[in-house]
């Protein structure tokens, strides 16, 4: 795990050390334990190093005669590529997996990407000819942003390293601002700054400056290509092999490796699979608040830590640790996605940190598995309207009435949710229906100045949502909502997990990610997956008696909640002041500020609108403002 910058030159112009060097200071908490140049001609690298494969030969940028690299993140699988390549007559001077990324590039060029199994981003640079790879992990567990000009290329893995040349401007892009407004991300490749771009989740690049071209290619998606041949009971017991290799793989490591316990059903899995194959006693890091017993779910991850004979150590952020610790973690953000759970997520990090420097996570599951309330409540209404209309959209009943009946107990803590959702637009299409449920704007347009709302383009959102929702390979409503959430939820919650360990310069590691499972479950019929409504229902099924009765029949999951709406009305007000109400946020016009201050009075349990607001602000302030 590590953090790499650099940059391409295209018009002749040379590349100085201390360029690189600001570059890498900025991100030097990524790899605190080794540093590294290399500089030729139109190419420069920078690399920061947290080791933890080959502590003693695997510094980078990493060489052979024919190229070159800066790598960040982890191959899973190198063992065995390395084993492969030798066979082939292939040489090794190191164990690291950095070196088999070479050694793989040269025998088989691009294609070597599609051989990975990890998280990774990476720019390789042929010598011989004259070309540069650069490359993201299938799900884009590691970052790689880029800021192209005619003159150069820069690429970083922060977006903090790019703006430290200070020919980079820092600048809100509008329509990024716009789309986080509207989801708390921003959709595809763009970011919140303009200029600046990142490689998407299964993309790689390539820059040929002997023909002075490029390409971008995308080697692997998601892909919906439905099995119908095989049983349930078939998918079952290959995702339950998959499962545990995907673990055992991810537990390669020549430092401690602990694992993330909140309670809930992932995080679960991941740490009764990893118990199994720990030399010892698993270290497990859960998080609470005392705030009150909807703030607490340690005592689940209690009943999973005492079942799996795994050690269990729990931290207990407090109000003041967050008003310390939020300007921080915006700066460490880069941008201002997802929600509250951000805040504990990182007090968890800075936990784990001093115990281990790697944790395995639970991300992933609710994507890959369906696990999100809103697929139970799209489907509530598509039951209901087929029923009336005695109709289905989809051409297969996955869910009708009848069946959906026995689930709909999960969704009591979500009426409120019901009652917003039915409000408008009942029994419309498919893709505006869902756009209406992972649309967050609704409580925050009231909230942003008259001025700014009229500029608001929800048009313009709504066509880039439909572009990545109707992808021709999910003709079911299921496979739709969970192909847009693996290719956009999934991201920001990525680059949170990635953003809040690197701070700590601890490695995260998601299992649940290891795309040979996402090809197994995206093959499985709908029906088989989502039956009668019962969110993960393969996934149970697959672990059977794995995990605790309680765990695996939870209907009140709520995520990491934080008492947010307490803290801003209670002894943290005048810092939420500070920053929503002062003269710097009015002058900036983005926000309604008498509404606002009303929502710091008001704002109910678990809601996301001030957070949304807080982190916007703090972000112009850090950013744009260039505090």
């Given at each position: 795990m590590c953090g790499i910058a650099g940059m391409i030159r295209f018009d002749g112009a040379p590349i100085r050390p201390e360029q690189l060097a600001a570059m890498a200071a900025t991100i030097r908490h990524r790899g605190p334990d080794d540093a590294g140049q290399f500089i030729e001609g139109q190419v420069g690298f920078a690399h920061q190093r947290l080791s933890i494969i080959d502590l003693a030969t695997g510094q980078q940028p990493m060489a052979t005669e024919r190229a070159v690299i800066v790598f960040n993140g982890e191959i899973y699988n190198y063992v065995e590529l390395r084993s492969e390549l030798v066979a082939r007559g292939r040489a090794f001077r190191t164990t690291s997996d950095t070196e088999v990324i070479l050694q793989l590039y040269e025998e088989f060029g691009t294609d070597a990407v599609a051989r990975l199994n990890g998280m990774f981003a990476f720019v390789l640079y042929d010598r011989v000819e004259r070309r540069l790879l650069l490359a993201r992990d299938h799900f884009g567990v590691k970052p790689l942003y880029l800021h192209a000009t005619p003159a150069r290329l820069l690429f970083a893995s922060e977006i903090k390293a790019l703006l430290a040349d200070p020919?980079?401007?820092?600048?809100?892009?509008?329509?990024?601002?716009?789309?986080?407004?509207?989801?708390?991300?921003?959709?595809?490749?763009?970011?919140?700054?303009?200029?600046?771009?990142?490689?998407?989740?299964?993309?790689?690049?390539?820059?040929?400056?002997?023909?002075?071209?490029?390409?971008?290619?995308?080697?692997?998606?998601?892909?919906?290509?439905?099995?119908?041949?095989?049983?349930?009971?078939?998918?079952?017991?290959?995702?339950?092999?998959?499962?545990?290799?995907?673990?055992?793989?991810?537990?390669?490591?020549?430092?401690p490796v602990g694992a993330y316990l909140s309670g809930g059903l992932d995080s679960s899995l991941v740490t009764a699979l990893a118990s199994r194959v720990a030399a010892g006693p698993l270290?497990?890091?859960?998080?609470?608040?005392?705030?009150?017993?909807?703030?607490?779910?340690?005592?689940?991850?209690?009943?999973?830590?005492?079942?799996?004979?795994?050690?269990?150590?729990?931290i207990t952020p407090t109000e003041a640790q967050f008003v310390e610790a939020l300007p921080r973690l915006v700066y460490h953000m880069d941008e201002p996605v997802a929600g509250p759970g951000l805040f504990p997520q990182y007090m968890v990090s800075g936990l784990a940190a001093r115990q281990v420097k790697v944790?395995?996570?639970?991300?992933?599951?609710?994507?890959?598995?369906?696990?999100?309330?809103?697929?139970?409540?799209?489907?509530?209404?598509?039951?209901?309207?087929?029923?009336?209309?005695?109709?289905?959209?989809?051409?297969?009943?996955?869910?009708?009435l009848a069946s959906i009946l026995p689930n709909l107990p999960a969704l009591r803590q979500y009426v409120p949710m019901l009652q917003q959702f039915w409000r408008t637009g009942l029994f419309g299409d498919m893709d505006r229906r869902y756009f209406h449920l992972v649309d967050r704007s609704g409580g925050a347009l009231s909230l942003l100045s008259p001025e700014y709302r009229a500029g608001y383009g929800r048009e313009r959102i709504y066509e880039r949502f439909q572009a990545v929702f109707n992808h021709p390979d999910t003709r079911s409503y299921y496979n739709k909502m969970t192909h847009y959430d693996m290719v956009t939820n999934?991201?920001?919650?990525l680059q949170v997990e990635d953003r809040v360990t690197m701070a700590h310069s601890l490695?995260?590691?998601?299992?649940?990610?290891?795309?040979?499972?996402?090809?197994?479950?995206?093959?499985?019929?709908?029906?088989?997956?989502?039956?009668?409504?019962?969110?993960?229902?393969?996934?149970?099924?697959?672990?059977?008696?794995?995990?605790?009765?309680?765990?695996?029949?939870?209907?009140?999951?709520?995520?990491?909640?934080?008492?947010?709406?307490?803290?801003?009305?209670?002894?943290?007000?005048?810092?939420?002041?500070?920053?929503?109400?002062?003269?710097?946020?009015?002058?900036?016009?983005?926000?309604d500020v008498p509404e606002v201050e009303k929502l710091m009075s008001y704002e109910p349990a678990f809601s996301r609108r001030l957070w949304g607001l807080l982190n916007l602000e703090l972000w112009y302030r850090t950013f744009i403002d260039r505090d």
């Open positions: 020919s980079v401007p820092a600048e809100a892009d509008p329509d990024g601002v716009q789309e986080y407004l509207t989801f708390q991300y921003v959709l595809e490749g763009q970011t919140m700054f303009r200029g600046v771009t990142k490689l998407l989740p299964g993309e790689y690049h390539v820059v040929d400056l002997a023909q002075e071209s490029h390409r971008t290619v995308r080697y692997w998606e998601p892909r919906f290509h439905l099995d119908t041949h095989h049983t349930e009971a078939y998918f079952i017991e290959q995702l339950r092999w998959l499962l545990a290799d995907a673990v055992r793989l991810q537990m390669r490591s020549d430092v270290t497990t890091f859960t998080g609470r608040f005392d705030e009150g017993p909807e703030f607490d779910e340690s005592g689940y991850a209690r009943l999973v830590a005492e079942r799996v004979g795994a050690r269990m150590e729990v944790v395995l996570g639970g991300q992933g599951g609710d994507e890959i598995f369906g696990g999100y309330a809103r697929y139970l409540v799209a489907y509530f209404e598509q039951a209901i309207k087929g029923a009336i209309h005695e109709s289905n959209e989809e051409a297969e009943h996955i869910v009708s999934l991201p920001a919650l490695e995260s590691r998601v299992p649940l990610l290891d795309h040979r499972i996402t090809d197994l479950v995206a093959s499985v019929p709908p029906g088989m997956k989502f039956k009668g409504g019962e969110p993960k229902h393969i996934l149970k099924r697959a672990i059977g008696d794995l995990l605790p009765r309680e765990i695996m029949e939870r209907k009140d999951k709520m995520g990491f909640p934080v008492p947010l709406h307490l803290w801003a009305r209670g002894q943290s007000r005048d810092f939420f002041a500070e920053i929503l109400l002062s003269s710097r946020c009015r002058q900036r016009g983005l926000f």
